[in-house]
């Protein structure tokens, strides 16, 4: 039977200086350490992208055409990264193992490679699989001279084929131009991502979170599926306007070309909008906005999102205008405010369900994808 051709995004993230850190160390620490950056990685990668396997130090992904748009992946990888770079610094700051491994930790980074084209699902001793050409370029870009340009070895590598897919701005996202010759294949176009620049810009800038010290009205809500699954449905505006109660149209406008801090929204129901704009924004761990419905002066609120053992725990703290008008203003619209809230939320909650179950029934789970 013939398989068909299908289109989609190929993402390997990949663990730098595996080879190095292994040689000379003590392989069960180094293996335990390993290991758990794996489970980080894949973690940060699922659900927005399907993982095909584990491939030693990498883990080899993919999201079919429609999935995610440019500015989720860009989410995702960013993600990916600063969540496996909190992970690191975790491991070295509980361990107080002497040993070369566990001194050694510092060596390792992450490179994320990413390519937009075809590939052919086969399964394989019931397991799935990708072949086809485009799946050879992208395990090909694992050898590649980014390093020797950018001096880090931390960096995402975009094809112009992916960037031209997915509609991304390179300027925007601060790449620069890069390419890769490859025997057989030829000359590839691409495009490189700082991420180690992106780690320490995150570091440096200042943070904007309402706490609950500061918080007026706090709500507790538990979503099923991963954090990046839960923040793409909390921030992503063709996911929003399924389940936002009474809202007719939501527009976004990115000024820096991403989602970010200045991002603004204006979220339509009826003939009123409710105007949004993002004061920090910190991929998966949490976001704050400043927000009001037309006639009110702005709060601001911060959600939380943390893993707990069956989904996502999303804490949201709002802080009030300090203006004693203002805020009896803001109270009087609690109530209803708190209703459509909750009635937002459960359906976010029965979509996410569903999509988490579609993805089950059409995707059974791969016992070579699940890291030990």
Same mark, same amino acid.
């Given at each position: ?16 200086g ?25 973690g ?12 030693g ?7 079919p ?10 989410d ?24 070369? %491994?566990c001194m ?12 937009a084209?075809e ?12 072949t086809?050409?485009?799946v050879i370029?992208?395990h ?31 300027? %925007?996202h ?10 057989h294949?030829?000359?590839v176009p ?10 320490h ?9 309402v ?7 706090e ?9 990046a699954?839960v923040?793409?449905?909390?921030t992503t ?24 801090p ?7 129901h ?13 991929p998966f ?11 009110f ?16 725990r999303?804490?949201w703290?709002?802080?009030l ?7 009896q ?8 405010m ?7 939320a459960?359906?976010m ?10 993805e ?6 791969q ?6």
């Amino acid at each position: 039977m013939l398989h068909r051709a299908e289109r989609g995004c190929l993402v390997i993230a990949d663990i730098s200086g595996y080879t190095g850190y292994l040689v000379g160390t003590e392989l069960e620490h180094a293996h335990d350490v390993l290991a758990d950056l794996m489970r980080t990685v894949v973690g940060a990668l699922r659900p927005r992208l399907k993982l095909v396997k584990l491939e030693g130090d990498a883990a080899f992904a993919y999201a079919p055409d429609g999935k995610m748009d440019g500015l989720g992946l860009i989410d995702v990888v960013d993600g990916c990264y600063f969540t496996f770079r909190r992970r690191l610094r975790d491991i070295q700051r509980a361990t107080t193992c002497p040993c070369d %491994a566990c001194m050694a930790i510092p060596s390792l980074n992450l490179k994320v490679l990413v390519h937009a084209g075809e590939f052919v699902r086969q399964r394989i001793a019931g397991h799935e699989d990708l072949t086809g050409t485009d799946v050879i370029l992208i395990h090909r870009l694992l050898k590649n001279t980014v390093t020797d340009t950018l001096g880090s070895n931390a960096y995402g590598l975009f094809t112009a084929a992916c960037i031209a897919a997915l509609r991304l701005d390179p300027a %925007a996202h601060a790449m620069r131009e890069h390419r890769e010759t490859y025997e057989h294949i030829g000359e590839v176009p691409a495009y490189v991502y700082d991420l180690d620049a992106r780690w320490h810009d995150l570091q440096q800038r200042t943070r904007v979170a309402v706490t609950s010290e500061q918080a007026d009205v706090e709500f507790e809500l538990l979503y099923p599926g991963p954090p990046a699954l839960v923040w793409e449905y909390l921030t992503t505006p063709t996911k929003r306007i399924l389940y936002q109660a009474g809202a007719t149209r939501i527009d976004q406008a990115n000024p820096n070309g991403r989602r970010g801090p200045g991002t603004t929204t204006h979220c339509v129901h009826g003939d009123t909008a409710i105007h949004e704009e993002i004061l920090d924004w910190r991929p998966f761990d949490y976001f704050t906005e400043r927000f009001a419905p037309p006639g009110f002066a702005p709060a601001e609120a911060t959600a939380y999102l943390s893993p707990t053992e069956t989904g996502t725990r999303v804490i949201w703290r709002m802080r009030l205008p300090r203006a004693r008008q203002a805020r009896q203003m803001w109270e009087s619209i609690g109530e209803s405010m708190t209703q459509s809230f909750q009635q937002s939320a459960e359906r976010m909650r029965q979509l996410i369900a569903e999509e988490i179950a579609a993805e089950a029934a059409g995707s059974p789970e791969q016992d070579q994808g699940r890291p030990g």
